[in-house]
């Protein structure tokens, strides 16, 4: 199979970029070539979709979590069986059941639904098989072990390959724009235990959905990429000076800027984190609430 187009990771496992360099509502998709093939996420976009099918149909299509921008393209691969974590098994990538589960019923995930059909294209595609924590993936010449990492999804999982060191990171993604926790399900502590899970494994080698590879001050990244966390939360305080509403905290937009105001997915995600910070706040006894408005405690 021709390969060399793709930039190899290690011996064995290629990244497939995706569209719009990997930014959402694309992700980057990883290829395994050994004894038997696999893609890793099908999100990368129609064309690098087409472009995988003509070198060679994988043998099996494995997704790190069901999240649009992984899995809009898996209907693509329906020859393929599908292979998905075992969290939320029963109804993972079924459309209408994923909308109510990231926006709860009624018209937000009658909007989600809309959205991502008219950017996307995204269809149902049913997996035939699931994974847990702990499950090795042995292709022959590349081994990955599967990782639970929930905090940004109950299914969000991270994959390692020892010999090498490599950890496929997945929405642990070491962006600037930092961890993403705007569902229901969504846990910010639980997500910073994820992030050290993998700084335990003192990974030689990371790749992740939307910045690609890494080599060097990997350590560095992801620390990095946790305290995004605390520069939230410090800003938080700053504008709890004063008694505001969660209307106004989600109109100052904290974590989406000026886009919260334009569109109502968005605004909807800035809420949910919004909300998860300030019971997290509470929890430590650094804000109090008082009827519909929250403020810092100790501010003048």
Not at 36 to 55: F, H, K, N, S, Y
Not at 59 to 75: E, F, K, N, T
Not at 170 to 177: G, Y
Request: proline share 6%.
């Amino acid at each position: 199979m021709k390969t060399e187009t793709w930039p190899s990771i290690i011996p064995g496992l290629y990244l497939v970029p995706g569209l719009n360099r990997g930014r959402f509502p694309y992700s980057h998709s990883f290829f395994v070539d050994g004894d038997t093939t696999a893609l890793l996420d099908a999100g990368c976009g129609p064309a690098a979709l087409d472009e995988v099918r003509r070198r060679r149909p994988p043998d099996q299509v494995i997704v790190s979590h069901a999240h649009v921008d992984h899995c809009s393209g898996l209907w693509r691969l329906a020859a393929a069986p599908i292979v998905s974590p075992v969290q939320h098994a029963d109804d993972f990538w079924r459309l209408p059941a994923v909308a109510r589960r990231f926006m709860g019923p009624g018209e937000m995930a009658d909007l989600w639904l809309a959205t991502i059909g008219r950017l996307l294209d995204a269809r149902d595609a049913a997996p035939s098989a699931h994974y847990a924590d702990g499950r090795v993936f042995d292709f022959g010449g590349v081994r990955l072990q599967a990782i639970h990492a929930p905090g940004h999804m109950d299914d969000h999982y991270v994959f390692f390959e020892p010999t090498h060191g490599l950890a496929l990171l997945f929405d642990i993604d070491l962006t600037s724009f930092g961890p993403w926790y705007g569902h229901e399900e969504s846990d910010i502590d639980v997500f910073l235990a994820s992030i050290e899970k993998v700084r335990a494994l003192r990974p030689a080698i990371v790749a992740s959905s939307h910045k690609g590879v890494v080599r060097e001050e990997i350590d560095e990244h992801l620390r990095r990429f946790a305290h995004v966390i605390d520069r939230r939360e410090h800003r938080l305080l700053e504008l709890l000076s004063a008694p505001r509403t969660i209307d106004e905290l989600v109109d100052a937009g904290l974590i989406y800027g000026r886009a919260t105001s334009l569109d109502p997915l968005l605004r909807h995600g800035e809420q949910s984190m919004i909300e998860k910070h300030l019971r997290r706040l509470e929890r430590n006894e650094r804000i109090r609430r008082e009827g519909e408005r929250w403020s810092r405690i100790g501010a003048s």
